[in-house]
Nanobody, 124 residues
Framework: QVQLVESGGGLVQPGGSLSLSCAAS????????IGWFRQAPGKEREGVSC???????VYADSVKGRFTISRDNAKNTVYLQMNGLQPEDTAVYYC??????????????????WGQGTQVTVSL
């Protein structure tokens, strides 16, 4: 069974940083597009960043210049480095895999498998 496991969430003060990891089992992450999504209470799930099979990266406007997505094929892991975190970044963060193109890779409906999520809280 395909499995994605996120880790690295936590509590951080405004302006701080966190690095999220998305590890896969039973399939190779570099064979698929991987997206990071977040969902805050009462809000819809939104795309944050994604990396396609060929390595094209896409970012939501709200995180451009602050977040960086990367992939380590040897570790079969995708990372989301988050800098300059703000309270509005507070959400549960999910990674997902699917056959996606860069133009649509921020759309949650394009993905087939999802992790369980990791909480990120930005607060004083």
């Amino acid at each position: 069974q395909v499995q994605l496991v996120e880790s690295g969430g936590g509590l951080v003060q405004p302006g701080g940083s966190l690095s999220l990891s998305c590890a896969a089992s039973r399939f190779r992450l570099d064979y698929y597009g991987i997206g990071w999504f977040r969902q805050a209470p009462g809000k819809e799930r939104e795309g944050v960043s994604c990396i396609t099979m060929v390595g094209t990266t896409v970012y939501a406007d709200s995180v451009k210049g602050r977040f960086t997505i990367s992939r380590d094929n040897a570790k079969n892991t995708v990372y989301l480095q988050m800098n300059g975190l703000q309270p509005e970044d507070t959400a549960v963060y999910y990674c997902a895999s699917g056959n996606v193109a860069w133009k649509t890779c921020l759309a949650p409906g394009r993905y087939d498998y999802w992790g369980q999520g990791t909480q990120v809280t930005v607060s004083l």
